[in-house]
């Protein structure tokens, strides 16, 4: 089974991209974040017709999460029960579902703007209300999953430079603590394995060149439970779906497990 995460950064500008890599890569459930679009505009029809569900999350312009299965969607929730939301507004941030016989998350972590600012408090929040609502499943005996874009980079190792980030926002010690506190509920970072370089970074930012420079940060994880990361055969970094026209700012992250 190959499950996957990847932050398209508009499903509408990356479509036809997105519908190329699922009929190339053979995924079977792939998690979506950063879908700009509302939930009656989502394109389910093309979906359809390559074989896969999808269940969706979003309101408009910012955030929205999907999950695209061909094995199947069940159970699915919208939303984190106790999510503090932001400025009078709950975001469409994380959606869970199963799909055969995993469980995944869908998540979109604020992002925190700048050190102090009103946004990296509801970053914080958020986390411990994602750590509430995920502990259940995390301590369960069915493969569980949460992927997606974290907005953190774990350790130092994660970034192109420490230094170039000193003061910012991914990588300070509240917000490694958060990913600290959500592996406490019994889920494993499942690094995955570069396709080129030492680094498997899995953001680059559209700037200053920072692709080809591999000026990178790994902030899309995986975090799965004792059942997921025992089934892992294969994760890594689809950096070949960056590069070019009308990429993403984020390659997919895939996870091959057998269940």
């Known amino acids: 089974m190959r499950i996957a995460t990847w932050n398209v950064n508009s499903?509408?500008?990356?479509?036809?991209?997105?519908?190329a890599w699922l009929e190339s890569s053979g995924t079977d459930v792939l998690c979506l974040q950063e879908a700009k679009v509302a939930e009656d505009q989502f394109p389910f029809?093309?979906?359809?017709?390559?074989?896969?569900?999808?269940?969706?999350?979003?309101?408009?312009?910012?955030?929205?999460?999907?999950?695209?299965?061909?094995v199947g969607i069940e159970d699915v929730v919208k939303g984190l029960p106790g999510d503090p939301g932001y400025d009078g507004a709950v975001e469409p941030r994380a959606l869970s579902a199963t799909c055969g016989p995993v469980r995944v998350?869908?998540?979109?972590?604020?992002?925190?703007?700048e050190v102090g600012h009103p946004h990296y408090?509801?970053?914080?929040?958020?986390?411990?209300?994602?750590r509430a609502a995920v502990a259940g499943d995390a301590q369960g005996s069915r493969p569980f999953a949460v992927l997606g874009d974290y907005n953190v980079a774990p350790t130092d190792d994660d970034v192109f430079d420490a230094a170039a980030f000193e003061g910012s926002t991914h990588v300070t010690p509240a917000e490694r603590a958060a990913l600290t506190?959500?592996?406490?509920?019994?889920l494993a970072d499942v690094v995955p394995r570069p396709l080129k370089y030492d680094?498997?970074?899995?953001?680059?930012?559209?700037?200053?060149?920072a692709f080809p420079k591999n000026r990178g940060m790994?902030?899309?994880?995986?975090?799965?439970?004792?059942?997921?990361?025992?089934?892992?055969?294969?994760?890594?970094?689809?950096?070949e779906e960056r590069k070019g026209k009308g990429a993403s700012d984020h390659a997919p992250v895939v996870v091959d497990l057998e269940v």
């Open 11 to 19: 499903i509408t500008a990356r479509l036809p991209r997105l519908l």
């Open 45 to 70: 029809e093309p979906l359809r017709e390559l074989g896969y569900e999808a269940a969706v999350h979003a309101t408009g312009r910012w955030n929205g999460v999907a999950v695209l299965s061909r």
């Open 105 to 113: 998350w869908s998540v979109y972590v604020p992002n925190g703007r």
């Open 121 to 130: 408090a509801y970053k914080l929040e958020w986390f411990e209300a994602l």
């Open 181 to 186: 506190a959500l592996r406490g509920a019994g």
């Open 199 to 209: 680094q498997p970074f899995t953001y680059w930012d559209y700037r200053q060149l």
């Open 218 to 239: 790994r902030i899309d994880l995986v975090y799965g439970n004792a059942p997921f990361a025992q089934a892992v055969k294969d994760a890594y970094v689809d950096r």
